[in-house]
């Protein structure tokens, strides 16, 4: 059963990690468990695609339903050679009744972390943070015409969920990195969490999808590593030019932002900016 965690300093190995975070409880946002509830007394209304498209703004919820969708697939043993990519084709492998009655009423993450408002102010703005970036990226991908637009969403959507579970957790540590960065606006993320952690936010995070046994698919596109391919270049660019202008335009790695995501759409820069504001 999952279970509540609060760590106060950090594991000792990538394996401790994956399993302390692999057992937490996973709250959503109050506003999704609302709409749950709200779905769940008018159950007959709903379907796949309304009750994913509600999901899909909230990265933790999604992560549930798919973590959910892949278990079940090998509890059942069913056969099926197609994994649950998205909400959606995870809800319709479900069936919305077995949906409603797996996920009963919702913890959320406002009462998880209570009146600690600089742990959800900081969680906040990574879930803001991913919502952008999945726009960016779903505008990416449609914009190449890729036919896996909807899984590179969910996969920019997902690519900093270590990091939610960071501040959900482990709030003191998750502050400290926040503030390390702060002090130091050159100080790349993953200096800052390895002098925290020890670790990778991204290590954990591969780790934890390995074991959920999550799509391949969607395990390999929210990999930043092979930069060469252009499924895991439209996440990379979504997630980094959010992050640049999670505060504003200013950023000074936005210029750079706009020649790389120019290159992989075959535009003008100035054309891609209109396109990210479109976006926005």
Do not use: C, W
């Given at each position: 059963m999952p279970h509540r965690l609060r760590l106060t300093a950090p594991l000792p190995s990538l394996d401790a990690w994956v399993e302390a975070f692999a057992r937490a409880e996973i709250p959503v946002l109050a506003e999704t468990a609302e709409a749950l509830e709200h779905m769940r007394a008018t159950e007959d209304d709903v379907d796949a695609h309304s009750?994913?498209?509600?999901?899909?703004?909230?990265?933790?919820?999604?992560?549930?339903?798919?973590?959910?969708?892949?278990?079940?697939?090998?509890?059942?043993?069913?056969?099926?050679?197609?994994?649950?990519?998205?909400?959606?084709?995870?809800?319709?492998?479900?069936?919305?009744?077995?949906?409603?009655?797996?996920?009963?009423?919702?913890?959320?993450?406002?009462?998880?972390?209570?009146?600690?408002?600089?742990?959800?102010?900081?969680?906040?703005?990574?879930?803001?943070?991913?919502?952008?970036?999945?726009?960016?990226?779903?505008?990416f991908a449609a914009h190449r015409a890729d036919p896996d637009a909807a899984v590179i969403h969910s996969a920019a959507l997902l690519h900093d969920f270590a990091e939610m579970l960071l501040w959900l957790h482990a709030p003191a540590l998750a502050l400290q990195i926040a503030q390390l960065q702060e002090a130091d606006r050159h100080l790349r993320s993953v200096v800052a969490q390895r002098q925290v952690l020890g670790i990778t936010l991204a290590e954990i995070e591969q780790a934890l999808m390995k074991r959920w046994r999550l799509p391949e698919l969607l395990t390999r596109i929210t990999n930043d590593e092979d930069g060469r391919d252009p499924q895991v270049r439209c996440v990379q660019l979504a997630v980094r030019v959010a992050r640049h202008t999670a505060r504003g335009w200013d950023d000074a790695g936005v210029p750079d932002d706009l020649l790389e995501i120019a290159q992989l759409l075959n535009l003008s820069p100035e054309h891609t900016l209109k396109l990210l504001r479109e976006f926005d």
């Open positions: 009750l994913g498209d509600m999901i899909s703004t909230d990265p933790l919820m999604t992560l549930k339903v798919l973590v959910h969708a892949s278990e079940q697939r090998r509890s059942r043993n069913t056969g099926m050679r197609a994994d649950a990519e998205t909400v959606t084709a995870a809800l319709v492998m479900t069936g919305i009744s077995p949906f409603f009655r797996e996920f009963g009423p919702q913890p959320t993450m406002e009462a998880l972390l209570g009146d600690n408002d600089d742990a959800l102010m900081g969680l906040s703005r990574v879930m803001q943070r991913a919502e952008r970036a999945s726009r960016y990226a779903l505008g």
